[in-house]
């Protein structure tokens, strides 16, 4: 009859991850404890630093290296040094890996005669949007992601799901002439 094919989603781009930047400004602000330092090389490239190039998981900061500052009495994130941080070529390499599935899925999809969405844009768009905070917002924790994500700061949140089925409605309507009715598009706060 027909199907839909979704491209993968470049997972750069969720809020669990964090410029090294964020880090070293929420440094700056004082939100870290002394026990647990964010080392220059989170900073901006203006004062040596790769922070605006590196993205540093969530959980390896507030879980990994609290959890050494705790235990040790102290812990550094390093975004020049550390392994569970993305350094720019690592960043690249999934951003191209994301880009080549999803021209096999689209080429797929056509070759098939289906409908294919690629939610990339979408979710950059919403980025840029400020609705995906560059880093968690402490003082909202019902919506420590933003409203675009779940508290994990990876899966979409429940409006984010309205905008994803309403992307998948709109592209079977427009490859097989149907008139599925949209959700209702949710208030984001934007």
Known sequence: QGGVLIGVL???RVPFL???LAYWQAAQAGLFTDALQV????????????????????????????????????ATLDCAEAERVLSPSEIQVI??????????LQ????????AYVDLNPQ???????????PFPDFENPTAFFGPVFSLDGVHP??????LVANAIMEA????????????????LGS
């Open 157 to 162: 949140s429940a409006d984010a799901h309205r």
């Open 10 to 12: 470049d997972l750069t």
């Open 95 to 104: 951003r191209s890996r994301v880009t080549q599935y999803n021209q096999v």
């Open 107 to 114: 080429e797929e999809a056509s070759g098939r005669g289906w």
């Open 123 to 133: 979710f950059v768009e919403l980025g840029e949007a400020g609705l995906v905070p």
């Open 18 to 20: 964090s410029p090294g």
């Open 172 to 187: 079977v309507n427009v490859e097989y002439g149907t008139s599925l009715p949209l959700l209702e598009a949710p208030d």
């Open 39 to 74: 080392s220059e090389t989170c900073g901006p490239a203006s004062e040596g630093g790769v922070g605006e190039e590196t993205l540093v998981p969530f959980g390896y900061v507030f879980g990994d290296l609290q959890n050494e500052a705790f235990q040790e009495g102290s």
